[in-house]
């Protein structure tokens, strides 16, 4: 059966200071709770071995918002999926939308970066997803199927097995324009059949699909209650613990 979850993805925010102080009031606010999904926070790479030190992480899971496409060597500035590893994360996101325009991501590096990742025992959370205008002209459900089998369809069945999808339309990120529980509901569906037909049924029932755009406490509960929908990649309202709290509690 396959894992809900909730991610924080705290993009480019947070000193260290800062995060860690939001890390431990996380931790302080989940421990005495139990919870029915699987929490985890996406902090800056500086920011991932302190805040793995001082949470409980058997609770809460720690991810990286990037990591290099190569394993190691003469690469100044990048940062590898062991380095990553090494400091107790276990996850990284990889594919978000904000790398793909602004750093230009392409479907053939982030194939790489999720196979160097998966070497190093990371899981990641792969974000795909349309922009407006795809949208308007109904193509989204071409768009995450070219995304999805341009840059995951080669990794074996056991690799594919170890992902987690994040279903995020660009128009809704940071917009507060949230896509209608239905329409996370008719596209993950569809992202699921997807997978279905080149991995078949039980693989594709088993994969967690989260959805990502401007999710908050108002609109999580409707989200998570659609079959499809495993949980939720939230960005701005995971940079405070009265904001991700209640979506945490959604489940
Ligand atoms: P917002 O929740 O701020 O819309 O961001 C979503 C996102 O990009 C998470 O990765």
Redesign the pocket.
């Known amino acids: 059966m396959r894992k809900n979850m909730i991610a924080g ?1 705290w ?1 480019m925010n947070t000193t260290l200071s800062e995060g860690l102080a939001l890390a431990k009031g996380l931790n302080e606010a989940l421990k005495d709770k139990t919870l029915k999904c699987n929490v985890v926070i ?1 902090t800056p790479l500086t920011h991932l071995a302190s805040v793995v030190a001082a949470i409980d992480t058997t609770k809460i899971g720690v991810a990286a918002q990037n990591c290099a496409d190569k394993e190691k060597g003469a690469y100044t500035g990048e940062v590898s999926a062991a380095m990553i590893a090494s400091t107790g994360a276990k996850y990284v ?1 990889l594919g ?3 790398r793909r325009q602004y750093y230009h991501e392409t479907a053939e590096i982030l194939k790489t970066k999720v196979i160097q990742a998966l070497a190093n025992g990371l899981t990641p959370i792969f ?1 795909i997803g349309e922009v407006l205008k795809e949208r308007e002209d109904g193509r989204h459900f071409d768009i995450v199927d070219e995304q999805i089998k341009a840059s995951l369809f080669d990794l074996s069945p056991e690799d594919f097995g170890k992902l987690t999808i ?1 279903y ?1 339309p660009v128009w ?5 324009k949230t896509a209608t529980a239905e329409q996370a509901q008719e596209i993950h569906a569809h992202i699921r059949q997807t997978i279905a037909t080149q991995y078949g049924a039980t693989l594709a029932e088993n994969t967690t699909i989260l959805y ?5 406490a108002e609109n999580a509960k409707d989200l998570v209650a659609k079959p499809d929908v495993d949980g939720g ?6 940079l405070s613990v009265e904001k991700f709290l209640p979506i945490v509690e959604a489940f």
Do not use: Q, R, Y
């Open positions: 993805n993009k996406g996101i978000h939308s904000e974000c994040a995020e809704a990120i940071g917009t507060g990502g755009g401007s999710m908050n990649l939230i960005g701005g309202a995971s």
